[in-house]
């Protein structure tokens, strides 16, 4: 059974170089971003995530959302074990499937079909559970003979399909999803999102970041707001999604 427990993780970046003082000046009062801080050794810092309480149970399809550089982004690649917190604790059971980053674990020099491979061993499949899905990576593509180039020749959107194509060939436990991956030409989205809704469905555990409603509505029931880097309310998503609920909402973390 997949589960995610967060214990008051914060991350922070450090600011380096003179400017950081009178950056902590400028941007202090920024509606987008961290807040400034300082960290253990005075430096000043970024705090994109600050003492985060989270438990994520088997089954639950739970929304990230908040305003530009709230910290959604931060959240998962810590849920993906990308970014090691400086403070707090981290647990989560369950094979990881990170679908965001779509550049990771790719060689720009590699042909697409070398490209699967290597991904695929990135997200833990065997090496013959990959020779089994990779006609059908392929075929979902739709990139042809370009499977036999290396992707350094590909558009943006011709390494996207590929990325989504591969990542969402495995069955995944918990499954941190940004919306991002969503970009595409029309006729490609329209497969991707009936191959992503199946995909969903064999999660034991769904987080997605997203600024969209109708996506959030569609996929989860539960949301997390986070604000400047703090959790700011968390509980069912059409309420949470109301800014005028958070704090009737926060109290369900120390349920
Ligand atoms: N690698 C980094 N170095 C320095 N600061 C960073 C880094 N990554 C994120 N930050 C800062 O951390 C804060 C949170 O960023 P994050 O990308 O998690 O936000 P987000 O909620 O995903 O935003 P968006 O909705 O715009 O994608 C921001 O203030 C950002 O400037």
Do not use: W
């Not at 980053?101 to 070398?114: K, Q, R, T, V």
């Not at 989860?220 to 999604?241: T, Y």
């Amino acid at each position: 059974m997949s589960s995610i427990r967060l214990d008051r993780v914060s991350v922070q970046f450090p600011l380096y170089g003179g400017s950081a003082r009178s950056l902590r000046n400028r941007i202090v009062s920024s509606a987008t971003g961290g807040r400034i801080g300082s960290d253990a050794r005075s430096r000043t810092c970024i705090e994109a995530l600050r003492d985060i309480d989270i438990r994520i149970a088997h089954g639950e399809r739970v929304a990230l959302v908040g305003h530009n550089g709230a910290g959604k982004t931060t959240l998962l690649r810590v849920l993906a074990g990308i970014y090691v917190p400086q403070a707090g604790r981290v647990a989560v059971s369950g094979k990881v499937a990170p679908l965001f980053d779509i550049g990771l674990g790719m060689d720009g020099e590699a042909s697409g079909y070398d490209n699967i491979r290597l991904r695929g061993l990135y997200l833990g499949l065997s090496r013959r559970e990959i020779e089994c899905r990779i006609d059908e990576i392929a075929a979902f593509s739709e990139l042809g003979g370009f499977l036999d180039m290396p992707i350094r020749t590909y558009s943006a959107g011709m390494q996207t399909r590929l990325s989504f194509a591969i990542c969402t060939s495995v069955d995944p436990e918990v499954l941190l999803l940004d919306e991002g991956i969503l970009a595409g030409d029309a006729a490609f989205m329209e497969k991707a999102q009936a191959r992503l809704a199946a995909f969903v469905a064999r999660a034991g555990i769904l987080v997605l970041a997203s600024h969209s409603d109708s996506l959030l509505a569609s996929l989860c029931s539960r949301a997390l707001r986070l604000e400047h880097g703090r959790l700011v309310a968390d509980g069912p998503l059409q309420q949470v999604l109301q800014p005028s609920a958070h704090p009737a909402v926060l109290g369900r973390l120390s349920a």
